[in-house]
Nanobody, 130 residues
Framework: QGLLVESGGGSVQAGGSLRLSCGVS???????MAWFRQVPGKEREGVAA???????????YYSDSVRGRFTISRDNNENILYLQMNDLKPEDTAMYYC?????????????????????WGQGTQVTVSS
């Protein structure tokens, strides 16, 4: 069974940066990899995603709230999924999770639906102070 392990969370001031990492070595043949975040009392929110089979445009996907500030990338040699977060805002405070879809349930651009992912990491906390 695959294992996802996130790291890189922490506490920063508004305007600062953090880079989250997620080891994905058990998922070389994944369909889609993504980052989600969740605050207590709210649903898990899709932040960014990469489709492994998107060999045409290689375009990552972002939520409107983070586009232009966050960058998702994958190091295929090291099998690590990254989320570079710049210009952080207090509203970015959340538990961040990496997720993998191996069954193609996030097809047709449904990357932001949490129920499309069968594998999740344990989460890493990001706290942004004003």
């Amino acid at each position: 069974q695959g294992l996802l392990v996130e790291s890189g969370g922490g506490s920063v001031q508004a305007g600062g940066s953090l880079r989250l990492s997620c080891g994905v070595s058990d998922f070389a043949d994944s369909y889609c990899m993504a980052w989600f975040r969740q605050v207590p009392g709210k649903e898990r929110e899709g932040v960014a995603a990469l489709y492994s089979l998107d060999t045409i445009s290689r375009t990552p996907y972002y939520s409107d709230s983070v586009r232009g500030r966050f960058t998702i990338s994958r190091d295929n040699n090291e099998n690590i999924l990254y989320l570079q977060m710049n210009d952080l805002k207090p509203e970015d405070t959340a538990m961040y999770y990496c997720a993998v879809d191996v069954g193609g349930f996030t097809f047709n651009g449904a990357w932001s639906r949490a129920d499309g992912y069968g594998y999740w990491g344990q989460g890493t906390q990001v706290t942004v102070s004003s």
